[in-house]
């Protein structure tokens, strides 16, 4: 069983900035994928970003050129650099592990984006 246990939500303005963390019980060395999904209030969940084990990066159009993921294996940490925030970004972001073919995820923290 891996634990992923986020953090660095909360209210910002519109164009600030925000950096998510996601914590895992388990090295993240071993997963296969790491990624950050949201789900805004009557939508479905939806990928964000994602970090192969290789390192290479995948991000969601809408996010493209303001969000960034990013690991820290000695710390077993992901971050998702989060700039120039707008009100459609609120919602609540999701940390998801890929481990030995089994799926994980976070309990999910909120990000709301509003003057």
């Known amino acids: 069983q891996v634990h992923l246990v986020e953090s660095g939500g909360g209210l910002v303005q519109p164009g600030g900035s925000l950096r998510l963390s996601c914590a895992a019980s388990?090295?993240?060395?071993?997963?296969?994928?790491m990624g950050w999904y949201r789900q805004a209030p009557g939508k479905e969940r939806e990928s964000v970003a994602r970090i192969g084990s290789g390192g290479s990066t995948n991000y969601a159009d809408s996010v493209k050129g303001r969000f960034t993921i990013s690991r820290d294996n000695a710390k077993n940490t992901v971050y998702l650099q989060m700039n120039n925030l707008k009100p459609e970004d609120t919602a609540v972001y999701y940390c998801m592990g890929i481990y030995y073919g089994r799926v994980y995820w976070g309990q999910g923290t909120q990000v709301t984006v509003s003057s």
């Open positions: 388990d090295s993240i060395v071993s997963a296969n994928c």
